[in-house]
């Protein structure tokens, strides 16, 4: 295996983490926003304001993509295991 092989399977790695990261993140990060916003126009500070909205929409979001997140994990996987001849050798 040269290191060029590990570097492409390394990148190809951290590019699908980051992809399923952020299909969490952005949804609770502007939901977050809107809230801080609304907090902000109307002077309350009250911490579970901010904490709920975003457990919420992060619930949401897995379980509505949760399906996508899983098949991209599978499809990766099933990738990485049927080229592992090809990486060895």
């Known amino acids: 295996m ?4 590990v570097l492409t399977v390394f990148q190809q ?6 992809v399923l990261i952020m299909i969490v993140l952005l ?8 809230v ?5 126009a109307t002077s ?4 579970t304001l901010s904490f709920i909205p975003k457990l919420i ?3 949401g979001v897995l379980m509505f993509a949760g399906p996508l ?13 049927s080229n592992i001849p090809m990486l060895i050798g």
């Not at 790695?13 to 980051?18: D, G, M, R, S, W």
């Not at 997140?69 to 295991?81: K, N």
């Open 27 to 34: 949804p609770a990060l502007f939901v977050g926003l809107i």
């Open 69 to 81: 997140m899983l098949r991209m994990l599978i499809e990766f996987t099933r990738g990485l295991i």
């Open 13 to 18: 790695t951290l590019e699908l983490l980051i």
């Open 44 to 47: 309350i500070n009250e911490q």
């Open 2 to 5: 040269t290191p060029e092989t």
């Open 36 to 40: 801080a916003m609304f907090q902000a």
């Open 57 to 59: 929409v992060t619930f």
